[in-house]
């Protein structure tokens, strides 16, 4: 039994990491556009050098990983620079790298369409910096764009609104058109209750101000909310309301705004056990005296 379960083991570590992205030497600039050109695909750089231990990191856990090398195989032209080699230079200076290691996603004219300048820990995410860049140069291959033809088409339907609204997350899409389509969902939906689970996640993930009245009702629910949710995702929920606004409280110097935060978080936080209080409370203070 146990050398059963020792072989298993190995066809699924064989399975994560059994292929890895197929980098080739970058030589020159104008060879990876030309190359980008030909292949009709992206080009993705990973500048590196060899005393550069988060470059190592991204080779052995990132890189060679069967999900992260079918994606980028498949997508992508994946060219190796070494930051210490003699045809670095030019490149390190155009793009202005610093820092290692940095990740450069280009179309066929050198526009950046993703960048990095330090790791990416994550499969999921290294994945999704991909899948950003690839979006750009092919919409059609988008998550939304279909949903974005029913949207220019006339679909209001709230449930549709929701499904829009969240795939637009996956791409480089402008503040302001997935705020259109937010507030579209909250005008059509048919409660504005946070006890619908559909209207909390849209609130989960959109709402921060503490003008919108959504907000209030998250304070005023809580109990209700809790039972519904849980705690955790209520808390967190709590924590990326206080994030938000702490962060614009201080870059405006706006002290109203500050009251408003320490008033939520006394409302929502005390007499709680998943968060100490009294250090969340003293973290914002803190955070607004060096504003």
């Known amino acids: 039994m146990k050398n059963v379960l020792i072989a298993i083991l190995m066809i699924m570590g064989l399975s994560s990491y059994g292929e890895e992205i197929n980098f080739q030497k970058f030589t020159t600039l104008e060879d990876a556009l030309a190359l980008s050109k030909k292949e009709k695909k992206p080009i993705l750089i990973d500048t590196w050098a060899s005393w550069c231990g988060w470059c190592t990191f991204m080779d052995e856990n990132i890189f060679s990983d069967s999900e992260v090398a079918t994606y980028f195989n498949a997508n992508f032209i994946a060219l190796k620079l070494n930051a210490d080699g003699n045809n670095s230079g030019d490149f390190m200076s155009e793009y202005e790298i610093s820092g290692l290691p940095a990740l450069l996603i280009l179309d066929e004219n050198g526009a950046v369409l993703s960048r990095s300048d330090g790791a990416i820990t994550e499969i999921t995410d290294f994945i999704e910096f991909g899948k950003v860049a690839y979006y750009k140069l092919n919409p059609e291959t988008s998550p939304w764009y279909k949903k974005e033809q029913e949207f220019e088409a006339g679909n209001r339907d709230y449930l549709f609104l929701q499904e829009y609204a969240v795939s637009l997350l996956d791409g480089d899409v402008a503040y302001e058109k997935v705020s259109a389509v937010n507030y579209l969902y909250w005008e059509n939906t048919p409660s504005k209750s946070l006890k619908d689970s559909t209207n909390f996640l ?62 939520f978080t006394e409302r929502v936080f005390l007499n709680q056990e998943i968060v100490d209080y009294d250090e969340l409370m003293g973290t914002i203070k803190e955070i607004w005296k060096e504003r």
């Open 202 to 263: 849209m609130f989960y993930i959109f709402v921060n101000e503490f003008s919108n009245p959504l907000t209030d009702a998250f304070v005023a629910d809580k109990t209700e909310l809790i039972a519904i949710v849980g705690e955790s995702l209520y808390y967190e929920k709590g924590i990326a309301i206080i994030q938000a606004n702490i962060d614009e409280a201080t870059v405006t110097d706006n002290k109203e705004q500050y009251e408003n935060i320490l008033s």
